[in-house]
């Protein structure tokens, strides 16, 4: 379980960093509303993230055996809106196996939330609307 557990904490650090990195990319069609929500989103999602390892550890004691996580360049709108797709299916998958507290199933139901706004952000963006944050 340990190692689920640090899988599931690198994979939450691993994709604010690899938000930031698409954030400071960002190039092409929909490029300045894609930058905008971005920046929302890894400035939000480090708080969200950051409260839940917290809380596990608060009563798990503390994680070790982070691991580093590949970074992908910025491509696209859609490259980055498929990332965050595998993001929330990742979370919701471990959430059903590895956490029962109901305290940190509230914590996981805001990054999923978090994600999903972002999701459906950027496929306005695509569509060729401008999400003013």
């Known amino acids: 379980m340990e190692e689920i557990v640090s899988q599931f904490m690198s994979t939450l650090m691993s994709a604010r960093t690899q938000a ?3 954030h400071l990319g960002t190039k092409g069609p929909g490029s300045f509303a894609a930058h905008k929500a971005l920046n929302e989103f ?3 999602f480090l708080d969200v993230v950051d409260g839940f390892i917290e ?3 608060g ?3 503390i994680v070790s055996g982070y691991g580093n996580l590949g970074l992908q360049d910025f491509q696209s709108v859609e490259q980055v809106r498929a990332y965050f797709t595998t993001l929330v299916t990742f979370i919701e998958k471990i959430r ?3 956490f029962q507290d109901s305290y ?3 914590k996981i139901e805001k990054m999923i939330k978090l994600i999903n706004s972002y999701i459906i952000s950027e496929r306005t963006i695509i569509y ?3 999400i003013w944050l």
């Open 104 to 106: 940190l199933k509230i």
């Open 42 to 44: 890894y400035d939000s």
């Open 55 to 57: 809380s596990y550890q």
């Open 20 to 22: 930031h990195v698409f």
């Open 96 to 98: 059903t196996v590895a």
């Open 59 to 61: 009563k798990y004691g």
């Open 128 to 130: 060729g609307f401008i």
